[in-house]
């Protein structure tokens, strides 16, 4: 199988595969709840929170709409600044919960003082919902300055996928005040897909205790998590042989320290960026905004991108990946997320410069 440096599902090491294989465990008994209520200590750890987290059976869309059926009373302000950022829209109203739009062109990042500026014009809104990586672009927004700005309107919480951007970029939950962060396995936590997880402020578990009849549903009612959650529980039965994977892959990320994974994500958006520079290739984020997590960069030499990956993969066993939707051939991205290390990239780029050299 070629070496994933796409911006999810991301590289798993042989040894978190493998531990998936534990024998099963009835998740009703002792051993579940020691396991359950371990990994909660260690997500609050490496989450920086002292938060409940919620661990959901369900992808991180999944949490997108728990959190937008739990947490927003009157009207959603979703911060649309890429293809993921845009399309919590629409989720929101899926689900019949008003949602308005900060609309921003494809690859600029959401600036707070925008935010503010709606925030004041509009008293409607009481939810704010950032997507903090956009996975589409490769833009990082400024989210502990968004947070600060949401924090001056005591009735509007602040919801943020940080789905490819935990593990990579620097979060602080508590220190920042923010109410809800959520993120799956699949990305900087170089985990195979199938859970997603959600720090929740006492004020997002007030507002769920108080939503009208109707607008949690079943499935995503976060008073039904918790009825649970306090024994250290799921109330319906959890993608075990994942937990036991995830246990183990906290353990590492705690061994390895939080600064140090951040700092290291640094470091190979770094190398992308130089080795872009020495090609002449500009980025598609905004300058000074660019995700740790994934690099998009524009093809402004007009190579083929599909011809390129195809011999990448064929010749080194690698794959990255095209533009993402309509922006295919406009620009091509390198996942630098989870669990590659900068030898790896490095690699990754020596090997782009011998296709590029052949082209
Ligand atoms: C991948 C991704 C998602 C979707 O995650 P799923 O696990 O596929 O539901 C959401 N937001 C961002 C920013 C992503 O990168």
Redesign the pocket.
């Given at each position: 199988m070629p070496k994933l440096f796409i911006?999810?599902p991301t590289e798993v090491y042989p040894e978190l595969l493998a531990a998936q294989t534990h024998p099963m465990i009835g998740h009703r008994g002792k051993g579940y709840a020691t396991l359950h209520e371990g990994i909660e200590k260690k997500l609050q750890q490496v989450m920086f929170t002292k938060n409940r987290v919620f661990i959901g059976t369900c992808?991180?869309?999944?949490m997108?709409e728990a959190a937008l059926r739990n947490a927003v009373k009157n009207k959603v302000l979703v911060c649309a600044n890429g293809f993921?950022a845009k399309k919590w829209a629409t989720v929101a109203k899926q689900c019949g919960i008003p949602a308005v739009t900060l609309d921003y062109e494809l690859g600029k990042a959401v600036k707070a003082a925008d935010v503010e500026k709606r925030l004041q014009e509009d008293s409607t809104i009481d939810a704010v919902m950032l997507?903090h990586?956009?996975?589409s672009t490769g833009v990082l927004s400024p989210l502990k300055e968004i947070a600060a700005v949401v924090k001056k309107f005591p009735n509007v919480v602040l919801l943020v996928?940080t789905?490819?951007s935990f593990a990579a970029a620097e979060i602080r939950v508590d220190e920042w005040g923010i109410d809800l962060i959520l993120f799956?396995m699949?990305?900087a936590l170089a985990l195979p897909?199938g859970l997603?997880f959600a720090s929740v402020s006492p004020e997002i578990m007030q507002r769920s205790a108080n939503q009208p009849e109707g607008r949690k549903g079943h499935y995503f009612d976060f008073m039904i998590w918790e009825k649970d959650a306090v024994k250290f529980n799921t109330s319906i039965t959890p993608a075990v042989s994942l937990l036991f994977a995830l246990d183990k892959q906290l353990d590492n990320i705690l061994r390895e320290g939080m600064e140090n994974r951040w700092q290291k994500h640094l470091k190979m958006q770094q190398m992308a960026q130089d080795w872009a520079a020495a090609h002449g290739l500009t980025y598609f984020s905004e300058e000074g905004y660019h995700s740790p997590g994934v690099s998009v960069i524009n093809n402004d030499k007009g190579w083929n991108i599909g011809e390129i990956n195809k011999k990448l993969e064929a010749e080194y066993n690698m794959v990255i990946a095209n533009g993402y939707k309509d922006l295919k051939e406009k620009c091509f991205r390198i996942g630098h997320m989870g669990d590659h290390q900068p030898e790896d990239i490095a690699e990754l780029l020596g090997d782009l410069d011998k296709i590029i050299a052949s082209l």
């Open positions: 911006p999810g992808s991180a869309t999944g997108i993921f997507t990586s956009e996975t996928d789905v490819s799956g699949q990305k897909p997603a």
